[in-house]
């Protein structure tokens, strides 16, 4: 027997039959002796409604009350397949975020988790109850419901986890698990059964949409082993897969996977936007004037490069920051062009990030070379490069997006199965 935490995103409770659906999944881990937690997001559509609803009734809302109104949908949710469970003669009761209690810091709309005190959750699961709970939310010091922004019911799942030592942390979604790359573009891109904490942190932050940041974050910090799983796999399915574990993806420990890929995966992420700030003095503080005001302005900076000119008096700075934040990027940098003192600026929205993840890398030469020249060889200009352990990025034109996923997925052999 197992302890299990289940998660439905919302298009896996789109509706009540979606709902009915994810019952079954329950009640299959329930009658395999299994103690279950699930955790449950708003349906399909209801977030974007509560949110719009906050703008019409006030632009400049308070963000607890936001809270308080967007909190709802997963409570709703959560009610719902209590009720389904007990109609299939599974004893369960629904949990908010405040009940567990799931405790953040005060930053409605995006808040952060301090901690959870699983005790009286644990003792439901012991008895048999199947706890349903409204994931996106906790509670404030404050005593008020705080949400943890867009994405965060995969967050709530892991933090819950780890606060019930939760064998293991399943998410259940609308793909079967973590491909090679994105099988839109490339169809012959895999379904890997197994990926490192630190892959998927990369290919998380670097563009791939299965699973949220915060949560491969926590997973990684407290040891959560997490399986990316479809939710449209009929209920009755098979649920021993290659290797005796089930269907999907495990994201794990790097000891767990015993013959490690030299690359992992390509992800991409459109999401970029270049600035470029030309014959800038290179002389102390410059790096701090540029980049301080960006900070203070809560706009995120990325890839950064740094060309100084042959004379060693000025240099020119290239970075990324998010396409939403751009035009707001171009006005800081302008207002404190005194401080910075640049002779140009430039920038382009037309870009994209595609990296290549694995923690093979760190063992073998000679894989950012490849890369290198394969994109050269199909045309492909590199504007700016960034590097890790374990990963390459690099920022070229959008109109190249899908030539280079498919010749990088290519030359690292990824279409291989």
């Not at 399943?170 to 379904?191: E, S």
């Not at 949560?215 to 449209?232: G, I, P, Q």
């Not at 209920?235 to 013959?259: R, S, Y």
């Not at 690359?263 to 301080?292: H, M």
Request: aromatic residues 4%; negative net charge.
């Amino acid at each position: 027997m197992a302890r299990i935490v289940m998660k439905f995103g919302g298009t896996s409770v789109a509706n009540i039959e979606r709902i009915q659906n994810v019952a079954l999944h329950v009640k299959r881990e329930v009658e395999a002796g299994h103690e279950v937690a699930v955790v449950v997001s708003a349906m399909a559509g209801v977030t974007n409604q509560l949110v719009a609803w906050c703008k019409e009734a006030m632009p400049n809302y308070a963000t607890s009350e936001y809270d308080a109104v967007v909190s709802s949908g997963e409570q709703v949710t959560s009610g719902l397949l209590a009720i389904a469970l007990n109609n299939l003669g599974i004893k369960a009761r629904s949990y908010q975020g405040w009940q567990i209690p799931l405790r953040t810091d005060s930053t409605h709309g995006s808040a952060r988790i301090q901690g959870i005190e699983g005790d009286a959750l644990s003792k439901d699961l012991s008895s048999g109850t199947v706890a349903c709970i409204a994931g996106f939310q906790g509670v404030s010091p404050e005593g008020r419901i705080a949400t943890l922004g867009r994405g965060g019911s995969d967050t709530s799942a892991v933090a819950i986890a780890a606060g019930i030592k939760a064998d293991r942390c399943d998410i259940y979604t609308d793909v079967d698990g973590v491909y090679t790359t994105d099988p839109r573009i490339v169809p012959k891109a895999r379904r890997l059964p197994r990926v490192a904490f630190e892959e998927m942190l990369e290919m998380a932050s670097l563009g791939a949409k299965v699973l949220q940041v915060r949560s491969v974050e926590l997973a990684m910090v407290h040891n959560v082993r997490v399986f990316v799983r479809s939710s449209f796999d009929a209920p009755d399915a098979p649920q021993i897969g290659p290797g005796g574990l089930p269907p999907g993806t495990l994201i794990c420990d790097e000891e767990e996977i015993v013959e490690q890929q030299v690359v992992t995966g390509i992800a991409y992420s459109k999401d970029e936007a270049q600035i470029t700030l030309r014959g800038v003095q290179d002389k102390p503080g410059v790096a701090a004037a540029v980049f301080g005001p960006l900070a203070e302005a809560h706009i995120n900076v990325d890839m950064i490069v740094q060309n100084i000119s042959d004379d060693g008096t000025t240099t020119d700075l290239t970075f990324t920051v998010p396409v939403a934040d751009y035009e707001r990027a171009m006005a800081t940098l302008r207002a404190g062009n005194g401080a910075i003192g640049y002779a140009k600026i430039d920038g382009a929205s037309d870009v994209v990030k595609v990296s290549v993840v694995g923690i093979g890398m760190r063992s073998h030469a000679g894989v950012a070379a490849k890369a290198f020249a394969a994109l050269a060889a199909n045309g492909i200009n590199i504007r700016v490069i960034a590097t890790s352990e374990i990963k390459i990025s690099v920022l070229i034109d959008t109109a190249h997006t899908e030539l280079a996923v498919r010749t990088l997925h290519s030359i690292y052999g990824l279409d291989q199965a």
